[in-house]
């Protein structure tokens, strides 16, 4: 017996819906009705956790804006079954016939960028970006690497997320980018963010972007901090009109 | 706001500088405008390292910074916690898992490590940084391959990166040469070394000299023209590039046919690190086989500068001399070797010499200054030449036409041998086999396999030894039986160790001067192509080999839970 609405709509999409063209020829499920709400459930069981409920990225980026910044169907479905190396998104082993309803599912939800261009001035931007932001981010090969690097930064997050990211940076922090302490046996602090950990070590790189391995066992103390080593650009240290600069020229950023 | 842009600039320009007094005086000015109360005490910002500490060798314990671990291609280590007494409490710390494997090959790679962090290349253009205490990620970089590779497809390999300041330098299946930011695993630049779609690849592990990041290719059962390149570690720029086979009516040209476009795809890949002779700037590189590998009904002539080992004045790119080990070959006996420097008594005068044990079966020694030729000995059953004549060229006894011949992968191949100069002994890994040879004419298109012929190999007559040769005489000082050919790469130490590996996934350590096994592990998969590393870390010695998928790190057991 059928009991689920995600195993119904499965059996939906295989009864009705056979794989009629390649996996190298595009998407045998574009447009599909049927195919995009098996990929609509697959999409909640699946990549919500990271992408958001609305897909619009939590630690994940964020996936409405893919098409807009010029990938392809055959992309999408590569990257969904590959994974993305030095991130955190694993591959996948299921069926193609899933993973191109997940395709169809995105890109129906898919948006052209919100970033309006009557706003903020880019080159001030720029200005500030240098001034502000180089000495954690790299664009280009060029600036700090304590926090992500931005060169592709209007391709992967909307606005919004941006705007939250500079104003509330703490609010959610993408994985390998939180704010660790560690207090070694002698009392020396280091500040750091958090690549990897387990029970028994954890790998920071710390506020010289020096990377370093460290056993538990040789610590006196290890705080996560919850929160992001980002310090918070409120309207006192970063006006409105100068976030507007500086969203305008993030928004020139992508790849 | 201006401290921080200042620290910025500074870092900004301490990055690209690469002189030594200017960064000096970039980072006396740091320094300067850091000095404050203490806050978090955290050390000195990581600027990585310079030509300067690559030219000391092994010679800081904590540092593995070249794929040979120095210029010289020794890879003769100065560590002497581990030994021969104590190597047989040698026990595994962590394991370090890829998470990809090789089709057809092995993990070929050698870790470099700086400052507790060790670096890694893998199969399928893979890399890490890893905690070299615990064997944990920092990053991980995966290259998106096309799907239409040509030679890169039947070797995805990867022997290891080079460094240089905050850049690490890899090349790629694809026939590309990138730069990552050391840091965060993120890519620099990017270009192209050659068309892969040709039959083009390349796997060797970068060398970096003084502004240069020097880089071979593969694809020599390809359609292919050999080359060895230098680049400027900033900006990916081609400074120059060495062809090793030669344009029509260049030097070397009259050893091929004067009609025929066989100069275009001749062959002589340069897929192994070479080793580098500062004072004389020279570098020395091994060339691969002629292509078509074994039908040469169209290649007549010695076939220069195929399995030879070439000196090239790196200033310049220019050839300073040359030595051919298989003149017009026609077995595939590639002379893709890590060539061994040494200075050394050699016939009651003092030599400074470069050393290759062939994968035709013999043991030259050469003077590296002018090339001469000053020994050539068998290190293996080698029924084909009957010995190296005195202008250097094997004496040919058996053509193939009185029974078999060594197998293509050779007496030994591309894995690192070892050279202990107390002892005057070269450790190399030896492969007996026996094959039939029959050559084919190929389809000669681009991108497609052009080796020209079809080996039968008698797998009962195969098997391999770890050998011990005097140097200055060629003679076999011991050996130490394999079960069948191998081709794990070997590594040495002052304390008188010999690490090896085998096809059975043995990784072993020997006494030096006897042969005697002390100690082995088994790993689980055949070790293949990688040759051992070693450092200090805490105060204890580290030693590494990848097998298969995984990377292990060895070390006496520590008084703690």
Known sequence: MVRSTLTRLFLILYAFAPLSASAQGGNPYDGDRTAIRAGRALYGARCAQCHGGDAKGISGPDLTLLWAAGTSDDRVFRTIQTGVSGSIMP???????????LVAYVKSISTVPEFDNDRGDAVLGREIFSSTCTQCHSVNGVGGRLGPDLSRIAAIRSRDMLIRSIRDPSASVAVGYRAVTLVTRDGERIRGVTKSEDVFSIQIVDTNERLQGYVKADLQELIHEDRSLMRQFDPGRLSDAQLDDLLQYLSTLRG | MLLSRYLTFGK????????????????????LSTLSPAQSVAQDADTGIGYEDILQGLSDPSRWLTFSGDYSGQRHSPLDQITPENVHRLV???????????????????????DGVLYVTGSNNYAWAIDARTGRPFWQYRRDLPDDLTYGASAPVNRGFG?????????????????????????????????????????MAPLVIDGMVIAGISGGEYPTRGFVDA????????????????????????????????????????????????????????????????????????NLYTNSLVAIDASTGTLRWYFQFTPHDINDWDSNHVPVLADMMFEGEMRSVVMVANRNGFFYVLDRVTGEFLLGKPFTDT?????????????????????????????????????NPALGLMFITARESCATYVPQEPDFTLGRNTSGGVIWIDRDQGYGALRAVDVRTGELKWEFLYPSPTMAGVMTTV???????????????????????????????????????????????????????????????????
Not at chain 2, 12 to 31: D, G, Y
Request: with cysteine.
């Open chain 2, 383 to 419: 029924t084909w030449a009957r010995e190296i004549g005195p202008d250097g060229r094997p004496i040919i006894l058996n053509d193939g036409s009185l029974g078999c011949l060594p197998e293509p992968w050779g007496g030994t191949n591309f894995m690192p041998p070892s050279f």
């Open chain 2, 495 to 561: 304390s008188g160790l010999v690490f090896a590996g085998d096809h059975q996934g043995n990784f072993m350590a020997f006494e030096a001067s006897t042969g005697e096994n002390l100690w082995h592990y088994q790993t689980g998969s055949r070790i293949w192509g990688a040759a051992p590393m070693t450092h200090m870390l805490d105060g204890r010695q580290y030693v590494l080999i990848p097998s298969g998928t995984t990377l292990v790190a060895f070390a006496l057991p520590e008084d703690r839970p």
């Open chain 1, 91 to 101: 591959s996948s082993a299921a069926p193609e016939k899933e993973i191109w309803a």
């Open chain 2, 231 to 302: 680049y400027d570690p900033e900006t990916g720029d081609r400074i120059w590039r060495f062809n090793t086979i030669p344009g029509p009516g260049e030097p070397g040209s009259e050893t091929w046919p004067s009609d025929g476009d066989n100069l275009a795809r001749g062959g002589g890949t340069t897929w192994m690190t070479g080793s580098y002779d500062p004072d004389l700037d020279l570098l020395y590189w091994g060339t691969g086989n002629p292509n078509p590998d074994y039908y040469d009904e169209e290649r007549e002539g010695a």
């Open chain 2, 12 to 31: 900004f320009m301490l990055a690209r500088e690469s002189r030594p007094l200017m960064r000096f005086v970039v980072i006396i000015m740091l320094a």
């Open chain 2, 92 to 114: 595994p710390q962590w394991t370090f898992q890829t998470g990809t494997t090789t089709r057809g090959r092995g993990f070929e790679t050698t870790p470099l490590v700086l």
């Open chain 2, 163 to 203: 460094m240089l300041g905050n850049r690490l330098f890899m090349v790629t299946l694809d026939a590309h040469l990138i730069a990552l930011d050391r840091t965060t695993g993120n890519v620099l630049w990017d270009i192209e070394l050659a068309d892969y779609h040709i039959g083009y690849s390349s796997t």
